[in-house]
């Protein structure tokens, strides 16, 4: 209730304007049935179960979507360290490993309309001069990461470093990271039907006015209450499907992006036996976590 105050007040003064309409202007003029506020219930019902089913689905696939990315992203880092022979100390592990966080971070930010530049700090970490300048002309910075991941890969493999199998088995790596992206992207850049949540939301207030002048003409005044109460259910279940639609956007209901990327970050520096670790994301208040 705390949080969905401000429509509460809008469901009762939308039930006290329809009080007063039917008592001062309807009355002995115009009779609404009682049998239109069930009808229009039970259609709207159907309507909010299909949206919220449909937004529901958008926002676990987007979990899904990056719960596989956690997975692949300690596949990859587990294979770079062991399949990779090396000269140095983990060094070529250590720079694939690095750039995929930067990865991470980049798809994250392209999935929340960050601006530009809030990846500069994770770049400056993680990637060398050379590959942040190149870097800096690129729209799609995670796919050009990607790409730059591959071309390490083919190097490796024609130097001897890695053998066919091992070869093909960090290059699926890549395959599946770039299809969990596509993924994302789609999710992202794929509007849910405007005009369907338009219309609901029309026809949840067409709905509220008819129950309470239905309720107001059995028992007076008192069927603002009840008419209230069936209002606020209506309004605030639609509100949670609105709410899921966009799983990307930096909301309470949304996908927390920054803790699963902070996450992996966290793990993958550990594999390398790093001790300098970044503090996680901490819930707020318990529950919300970005």
Aim: glycine fraction near 8%.
């Amino acid at each position: 209730m705390r949080r969905t105050w401000d429509e509460a007040v809008w469901i009762l003064l939308a039930c006290a304007a329809a009080y007063f309409g039917d008592r001062y202007l309807l009355d002995d003029h115009f009779e609404l049935p009682a049998v239109v506020p069930p009808l229009l219930g039970t259609a709207l019902a159907f309507f909010i179960g299909f949206s919220n089913a449909q937004a529901y689905g958008r926002w676990w696939e987007a979990r899904t979507i990056w719960g596989a990315i956690v997975n692949e992203s300690r596949s990859w880092a587990r294979e770079c360290i062991y399949y990779v022979r090396d000269d140095e100390e983990l060094g070529i592990a250590r720079r694939l490993t690095y750039r995929h966080i930067a990865f991470v971070y980049a798809l994250k930010a392209y999935l929340r309309d960050e601006p530009p530049g809030s990846c500069d700090e994770v770049f400056r970490r993680y990637l060398d001069e050379p590959e942040r300048a190149q870097l800096q002309g690129k729209q799609n910075k995670h796919n050009a990461l990607l790409d730059w991941q591959s071309r390490d890969l083919q190097q490796l493999c024609d130097e001897g470093r890695i053998d066919g199998y091992r070869f093909l088995q960090l290059d699926r790596r890549i395959t599946n990271l770039c299809d969990e992206m596509g993924k994302s992207e789609r999710i992202r850049n794929t509007v849910f039907p405007p005009t369907y949540n338009y219309y609901t939301q029309m026809f949840v207030w067409v709905f509220i006015v008819s129950v309470t002048i239905v309720l107001v003409n059995g028992v007076g005044a008192y069927g603002i209450l009840p008419a209230f109460v069936l209002g606020y259910v209506f309004v605030v279940t639609q509100g949670i499907g609105l709410r899921l639609l966009n799983p990307f956007e930096h909301l309470m209901s949304g996908t927390p992006l920054d803790q699963i990327s902070r996450g992996i970050e966290i793990t993958l520096l550990e594999m390398l036996g790093e001790t300098d670790l970044p503090e996680p994301v901490r819930s707020v208040d318990g529950m919300y976590v970005t």
